[in-house]
């Protein structure tokens, strides 16, 4: 009698993977259409990426307000006397609000064929992008009791695969455009293959951490949670595409490119929902 069950649940649900997922689509995009100022063979993807990176912005935002338990609150976050400047949420949510604006007067500078305004705003809106990576990664490091969070190549990850994300939905975009192709197969390449070295390294200091740790490298190399992150995220979405990758720069494949690109998205999502489940299944367990 009297006796009960404590079931712990995760802090951060599966809806922020999916909201890393865009944000890193989004950033990638942004950086997309400010490289289409400095080189000329990313001209095709100037509106393209605007117009999708603020329309994934926009669904961000939304799944973002969702998760509130009273969605109205989101508007507290714009309220000056409610941020507290030393959480790393707020800081993001400046940067989501400072992004937008940025962002829709980008796209009426293009509009206007304003091409010095454009240029400008295109930096800052890309600038801006640069931050959303980085500060989603930040909010994972400062976990300091959470293994394979707390390190502080987190943001570095996270900016690695917004921008192999971001070059994979702009070489789909492109299509047919061999010289786009070209510098979108570059980004992918070595994007992509920055992201396959930070998660070796981070598995190889989570498996040789304390108990805690060792558990996390258990939990995500093994079962449900390994195939989907070593499976699909590191093998199917990371190694395959850079085998693809130098396939296609050897032999100009365009079908070995449009997969390599399908399967960096499928691995990219992959990666960010492991990444954010697989360390919080340890406290569901004690």
């Not at 992150?229 to 130098?246: C, D, K, Q, S």
């Amino acid at each position: 009698m009297g006796e009960y069950v404590w079931f712990h649940d995760v802090s951060w649900h599966a809806s922020y993977a999916i909201y890393f997922f865009v944000i890193g689509i989004l950033a990638g995009l942004s950086f997309m259409s400010y490289g289409s100022w400095i080189t000329p063979a990313l001209r095709p993807l100037r509106e393209k990426a605007a117009y999708g990176s603020l329309a994934l912005m926009a669904v961000g935002g939304l799944l973002l307000i969702a998760d509130l338990s009273q969605p109205l609150r989101f508007l507290n976050v714009l309220n000056p006397a409610y941020l507290s400047f030393t959480s790393p949420l707020a800081w993001g949510s400046l940067n989501i609000a400072a992004f937008g604006i940025s962002s829709v007067l980008y796209i009426m500078a293009l509009r206007k064929g304003d091409e010095v305004r454009g240029k400008q705003l295109a930096f800052v809106t890309a600038l801006l992008a640069l931050g959303l990576p980085i500060y989603t990664g930040y909010d994972l490091s400062v976990h300091q009791s959470r293994p394979m969070w707390n390190t502080p190549i987190m943001p570095v990850l996270f900016v690695a695969l917004a921008t192999a994300s971001g070059s994979a939905v702009g070489s789909l975009m492109a299509g047919a455009n061999e010289a786009t192709q070209r510098v979108l197969r570059e980004y992918m390449l070595w994007s992509t293959g920055a992201v396959g070295v930070i998660l070796v390294s981070i598995l190889g200091t989570t498996n040789y951490g304390g108990a805690a740790s060792e558990l996390t490298f258990v939990i995500m190399t093994t079962g449900t949670m390994g195939l989907i992150f070593i499976g699909f995220g590191l093998l199917a979405g990371t190694a395959a595409p850079v085998a693809l990758l130098l396939v296609a720069h050897w032999r100009e494949q365009q079908s070995g490119l449009m997969l390599a690109s399908v399967l960096i998205l499928v691995g990219s999502a992959a990666l960010r929902y492991a990444l954010l489940m697989g360390p919080q299944q340890l406290q569901t367990l004690y």
